[in-house]
């Protein structure tokens, strides 16, 4: 049987190649570093907050910080003063206040007991010269589960606050967060320990020093992983402005999910799977990746980044569009080659210029990942209009 969105999309037509992309050299940002996540400053600045590494049955990765302050020319490891720790320990969670401070939030957001939640963040406000913190901030998630296994095997007993924070009109905060609730039970595919995953919506009235749960953005146990990873984008132009989008990971090998809240995220269309059409006779393909990344560019353009696993086994990291706010996507393009870990960040950095991280190796199939070594790289696309 044809469902409705799948008639929606024949309805559509011949998938249109409007958008001119121009690719620029690659770039070394972090040596040595995977897994990549990306920050841009009104002023310029632009920050990689990155993981290296996990240590063997370690609770933490061992994480890593680049800044460029001359338009990304070039890069220098930054890391925090004495008696800051390690510094955020983030997978994007930042925003840049519309009243001026730079807030960075840790990703791992541990059970402090009695289903209450907790971990650090920081500010700043001189374009991460310098941090003010940790300072600490909780939320309570009556359902979570407590007691879970990572992906690694690993006990753990916490929640991701992960990728996106998004500023409201009115300064208050959206946040979105993965992980499971005890009613979450179907194992994943290649760990039955580890159970599928949802994704959530948390909200802050007072600039993130507390936060109050809002609503699943999605629940259902989809593919190999169940919805996890969200990334948010909130659009601010067009016919469909204020709507919240949202993207997620659902396997190694899966495709995308994506949908979309009118309400400031109190509720949510059901999660469906994402494609795009290849060939002017109609014919499509999944969007499959991991880790998405997603940003409203300054004309209304959505830019998504995404990679492939391993598992995939047609290696590389991608970039696609829309141009009709999120309904369709379209014009996926290869922008490397090699085996990745698949996590990227995508920000414009000027009109109609992107730049995108990610991580780039010189693996084959018969090197095992384990021993792989990895580097993240960025490069700039320059996007135009037919």
């Given at each position: 049987?044809?469902?409705?969105?799948?008639?929606?999309?024949?309805?559509?037509?011949?998938?249109?190649?409007?958008?001119?992309?121009?690719?620029?050299?690659?770039?070394?940002?972090?040596?040595?570093?995977?897994?990549?996540?990306?920050?841009?400053?009104?002023?310029?600045?632009?920050?990689?907050?990155?993981h290296v590494r996990w240590p063997p049955g370690g609770k933490y990765p061992i994480h890593y910080t680049a800044i460029s302050r001359d338009g990304r020319k070039t890069w220098q490891e930054w890391k925090p003063p004495a008696g800051q720790g390690a510094g955020p320990i983030t997978e994007g969670s930042a925003v840049e206040l519309k009243s001026g401070p730079l807030?960075?939030?840790?990703?791992?957001?541990?059970?402090?007991?009695?289903?209450?939640?907790?971990?650090?963040?920081?500010?700043?406000?001189?374009?991460?010269?310098?941090?003010?913190?940790?300072?600490?901030?909780?939320?309570?998630?009556?359902?979570?589960?407590?007691?879970?296994?990572?992906?690694?095997?690993?006990?753990?007993?916490?929640?991701?606050?992960?990728?996106?924070?998004?500023?409201?009109?009115?300064?208050?905060?959206?946040?979105?967060?993965?992980?499971?609730?005890?009613?979450?039970?179907?194992?994943?595919?290649?760990?039955?320990?580890?159970?599928?995953?949802?994704?959530?919506?948390?909200?802050?009235?007072?600039?993130?020093?507390?936060?109050?749960?809002?609503?699943?953005?999605?629940?259902?146990?989809?593919?190999?992983?169940?919805?996890?990873?969200?990334?948010?984008?909130?659009?601010?132009?067009?016919?469909?402005?204020?709507?919240?989008?949202?993207?997620l990971r659902t396997g190694r090998e899966n495709p995308i999910y994506q949908c979309e809240s009118d309400d400031e995220g109190r509720t949510w269309t059901r999660a469906y799977p994402l494609s795009w059409q290849y060939s002017q006779y109609g014919r499509r393909r999944e969007i499959a990746g991991t880790d998405p990344d997603v940003i409203e560019m300054s004309d209304?353009?959505?830019?998504?980044?995404?990679?492939?696993?391993?598992?995939?086994?047609?290696?590389?990291?991608?970039?696609?569009?829309?141009?009709?706010?999120?309904?369709?996507?379209?014009?996926?393009?290869?922008?490397?080659?090699?085996?990745?870990?698949?996590?990227?960040?995508?920000?414009?950095?000027?009109?109609?210029?992107?730049?995108?991280?990610?991580?780039?190796?010189?693996?084959?199939?018969?090197?095992?990942?384990?021993?792989?070594?990895?580097?993240?790289?960025?490069?700039?696309?320059?996007?135009?209009?037919?």
């Amino acid at each position: 049987m044809i469902g409705r969105r799948q008639l929606m999309l024949a309805a559509l037509g011949p998938a249109p190649k409007p958008l001119k992309l121009t690719l620029g050299p690659e770039q070394v940002v972090a040596p040595a570093v995977p897994w990549p996540y990306l920050v841009q400053l009104r002023d310029g600045t632009t920050i990689v907050l990155a993981h290296v590494r996990w240590p063997p049955g370690g609770k933490y990765p061992i994480h890593y910080t680049a800044i460029s302050r001359d338009g990304r020319k070039t890069w220098q490891e930054w890391k925090p003063p004495a008696g800051q720790g390690a510094g955020p320990i983030t997978e994007g969670s930042a925003v840049e206040l519309k009243s001026g401070p730079l807030l960075v939030f840790n990703v791992h957001v541990e059970h402090l007991g009695g289903k209450m939640f907790e971990t650090d963040y920081w500010s700043s406000v001189d374009s991460y010269r310098t941090l003010d913190g940790p300072k600490k901030f909780r939320f309570a998630m009556p359902e979570a589960e407590v007691s879970g296994k990572d992906d690694r095997g690993e006990t753990i007993s916490r929640l991701y606050f992960r990728r996106s924070v998004i500023e409201l009109d009115n300064g208050d905060l959206l946040a979105s967060v993965y992980g499971r609730f005890e009613a979450d039970k179907a194992p994943v595919e290649y760990l039955g320990a580890m159970t599928k995953m949802r994704s959530l919506l948390v909200r802050s009235s007072d600039r993130g020093a507390t936060w109050r749960y809002v609503s699943t953005i999605a629940a259902e146990p989809v593919e190999q992983e169940g919805a996890a990873e969200p990334v948010l984008v909130r659009l601010t132009r067009g016919a469909l402005a204020g709507r919240l989008i949202c993207l997620l990971r659902t396997g190694r090998e899966n495709p995308i999910y994506q949908c979309e809240s009118d309400d400031e995220g109190r509720t949510w269309t059901r999660a469906y799977p994402l494609s795009w059409q290849y060939s002017q006779y109609g014919r499509r393909r999944e969007i499959a990746g991991t880790d998405p990344d997603v940003i409203e560019m300054s004309d209304g353009i959505l830019a998504m980044s995404y990679g492939h696993k391993p598992d995939y086994e047609d290696h590389g990291n991608f970039v696609a569009f829309s141009l009709d706010q999120g309904r369709t996507w379209t014009q996926v393009t290869r922008i490397s080659s090699s085996i990745t870990m698949a996590y990227t960040g995508i920000r414009e950095v000027a009109p109609g210029e992107l730049y995108v991280v990610y991580s780039v190796s010189d693996a084959t199939e018969a090197i095992r990942l384990s021993h792989t070594r990895y580097t993240s790289v960025g490069r700039s696309i320059t996007v135009q209009r037919a």
